[in-house]
């Protein structure tokens, strides 16, 4: 053998290794709509950009036709690090482009000097684990579009990279910042802090020291070479050169020399890293023996889920807050109102418990705590001029709370401050309370524009039910609509009106007057979101118990994200009925939305049909969403196969169900031949 056949030769297996790896793991679907040449050619292309790597980030957009169809194809290799497929997907969900396929297979390879592959061993020492991406858009992009997104994604993949090769660092930072402030027992708080975040509930984005010199004149400036993170480079700080006084805004001067020792807030730019969202923002403040600042610490980041669940007596700085708080209502231990001040506070987002001052917290408490009358609707608005920012927190009646509510609520303050929203919280106290913050970046507002907002936000605060009413009335004219909001008065709870817009409600009227005017007793429908759909099962008289319901949507192919049940209780002749709803929210296996794929619209009409017993309930049922199969022809594949056994043609049933689903086109050719012969 020669040594260019040699190299063939190593070449073609790298290539067959690198197909296998790539098929390996992903679901039938939607790899099943696709034909033996179109995944060859998958994944030809795929390994071609991949086979060579020459940048810590190689990146491509190009666009593929199939038919009359353009799809756009994106992929990327990089070495292999947490982050990478949240901060794809978050940056194509803000662009609003649907994802149809997405792989992202992890290498451990081998290169040369030149980036060239050399091996993909997996139980090689010396292998470095790379992740490539191979995604599938739904969008038709022009150059100057797809340069845009190609720069842009670019740019946060490198942020990925800075960020997760700072990540050690930045914890051994906020660890040394500890023992650097032992010594002062009176920080005990801070330090623990500190290592609350490190261990698993902050993800820490950022880095950057502050130091202040103090001579003839006061300056401010960055600790140059020790940022880290998204604060890498020092050039992109307005500190990186010393600022005299006179050029720090009068707020920015407060919070540096006269604040806090711990800082908090919120940053204005939000991270491209992980998820897109405000940055939460830690400051540690160092003084001198004469009380004088001297440096200050600045981490950036984001909460981890597990920090969010964790209540906020626990955390420490909040607790210290409220004991203080405690203390100063002289509440005794074990009392009712012991008790139900620390109900309210854990109720409040940790953004603003972490933000307000214990005089600040104390205010927003009593306003609930005090509150004369359950159906008052209540605006605070407190200013926080050193962050430039507003926290505004409405208290209303929980049945008046709704998706709509909330949202035109968030919207006339947003007009009315003048500013932009930073993070909403909603929270149901115990009774009959439902508690608003909002954060806006904005500038303090005279009493009576706060006036003119508090009526307005009252105004907005009508009845979820005169809003039901409304829409049906709407729907189905005056006296119709007034009858079905008379019947549904009471139909549905105070959790359903909180998570669901009025237009929800009407849909769901319609599926429930169906139900109670036919003879049938349950229903299914499939209804398309931006990301994902929704599968909602409407059943008169018991639910679905779950372990029936989450077989038989696997058999299906379907990959369920999250559940919510409901019931809805509607009093006819007085007699009371009560209709299950479940809603599921799904997407197919490797997270595509459902709306992507051709057998999408059979689906509802294929599990009504498992669920009344005219179709059994198996993993032939994927065939309906891989190559738009309705349950009438699944069927007829399930006849085919069963007198395939009957012949002997496979030792087993399993043997040719799994040729019918790894070749889902075949299942579908043999359905449309039988029909095309009988037709």
């Known amino acids: 053998m020669t040594l260019t056949q040699d190299h063939a030769a190593t070449n073609a297996d790298l290539q067959r290794t690198f197909s296998e790896r790539l098929l390996a793991s992903i679901p039938r679907d939607p790899l099943g709509r696709l034909s033996a040449a179109q995944r060859d050619e998958l994944c030809d292309q795929a390994f071609d950009f991949f086979a060579s790597r020459d940048a810590e980030i190689k990146l491509r957009l190009f666009s593929r036709v199939r038919g009359a169809e353009t799809t756009t194809v994106v992929q990327s290799a990089m070495p292999d690090r947490p982050f990478i497929i949240d901060t794809f997907r978050e940056y194509l969900h803000e662009l609003a482009i649907p994802i149809r396929l997405l792989l992202h297979p992890i290498f451990k390879v081998e290169r040369d000097p030149a980036g060239r592959l050399t091996s993909l061993d997996s139980a090689a020492a010396s292998g470095r684990s790379e992740s490539m991406i191979h995604a599938e858009l739904e969008a038709a992009l022009s150059p100057e579009r797809a340069a845009e997104i190609t720069h842009e994604l670019q740019a946060r993949l490198s942020e990925v990279l800075v960020v997760t090769a700072d990540f050690e660092a930045m914890k051994s930072r906020a660890l040394k910042i500890c023992e650097e402030i032992a010594p002062a027992r009176e920080l005990v708080e801070i330090r623990d802090l500190l290592r609350w975040l490190v261990d698993d509930r902050f993800v820490f984005l950022g880095y950057r020291r502050y130091l202040a010199t103090h001579g003839d004149a006061v300056s401010v400036g960055v600790d140059l070479g020790r940022g880290l993170g998204l604060m890498r480079d020092d ?55 004469a009380g004088r600042t001297v440096a200050l610490d600045r981490f950036i980041g984001l909460f981890t889920t597990r920090a969010l ?18 203390s100063s209502e002289h ?48 605006l605070t608005v407190l200013s926080d001029p050193n962050r430039q920012s507003v926290v505004a927190m409405v208290l209303m009646p929980r ?46 507002q005279p009493p009576e524009a706060i006036a003119e907002l508090q009526a307005e936000v009252s105004r907005i605060a009508r009845g979820w039910d005169d809003r039901l009413e409304e829409a049906l009335a709407a729907i189905y004219g005056e006296a119709a609509g007034h009858e079905l909001s008379r019947r549904y008065a009471r139909a549905f709870s105070v959790d359903y009106k909180a998570r669901h817009p009025i237009d929800r409600a009407t849909a769901d009227v ?12 349950s229903t299914v429908e499939l209804v398309h979101g931006a990301d994902r759909s929704e599968l909602r099962f409407y059943e008169l008289g018991d639910p679905i118990p779950l372990s029936d319901l989450m077989p038989m949507l696997a058999n299906f192919g379907l990959r369920v994200i999250s559940e ?12 009371s009925q009560t209709v299950f709803t479940q809603a599921f929210s799904v997407q197919a296996p490797k997270g595509q939305p459902l709306a992507a794929l051709e057998g999408n619209n059979l689906i509802a009409d294929a599990i009504g049909a498992v669920r009344a017993g005219r179709a059994e309930d198996d993993q032939l049922n ?34 040719l169900e799994r040729v019918a689903l790894n070749h889902p086109e075949l299942a579908r050719s043999m359905a449309d031949l039988f029909c095309a012969r009988l037709d």
Request: proline share 5%; hydrophobic share 40%.
């Open 564 to 575: 919510e049940a409901d019931e809805i209780r509607v009093r006819t002749e007085g007699v």
């Open 510 to 521: 319609s599926r429930v007057e169906a139900i109670l005017a036919g003879s049938f007793e």
């Open 399 to 444: 049945e008046r709370m709704s998706y709509e509510v909330r949202v035109e609520i968030q919207e006339t303050l947003a007009h009315g401050l003048g500013g932009e929203l930073v993070y909403f919280h909603f929270a149901r106290r115990e009774g009959y309370l439902a508690i608003l913050h909002y954060c806006f970046h904005a500038r303090a």
């Open 331 to 378: 509440a005794l231990p074990g009392s009712h109102d012991f008790r139900e001040l620390e109900r309210t506070f854990n109720a409040f987002p940790k953004e603003e418990l972490f933000r307000a001052s214990t005089a600040e917290l104390r205010i927003e408490l009593e306003q609930i705590l005090d509150l004369p009358r359950e159906d008052e609707v209540r």
């Open 622 to 655: 994927s065939l309906v969403l891989s190559v738009a199969l309705d349950w009438r022809r699944v069927g007829l594949v399930r006849a085919l196969l069963a007198i395939a056994l009957q012949m002997k043609l496979a030792p087993g049933r399993p043997g």
């Open 235 to 289: 050039s992109r700080s307005r500190y990186a050169s010393p600022q005299p006084l006179e050029r720090i805004s009068p707020e920015q001067r407060r919070l540096m020399f006269e604040g806090p020792v711990l800082i908090v807030g919120k940053t204005r730019a939000h991270s491209r890293v992980h998820r897109r969202a405000a940055m939460d923002d830690f400051v540690v403040r160092h003084t001198d023996q």
């Open 309 to 326: 669940a964790e209540e906020p007596k626990h955390i420490p700085v909040l607790r210290a807050k409220l004991n203080e708080l405690q």
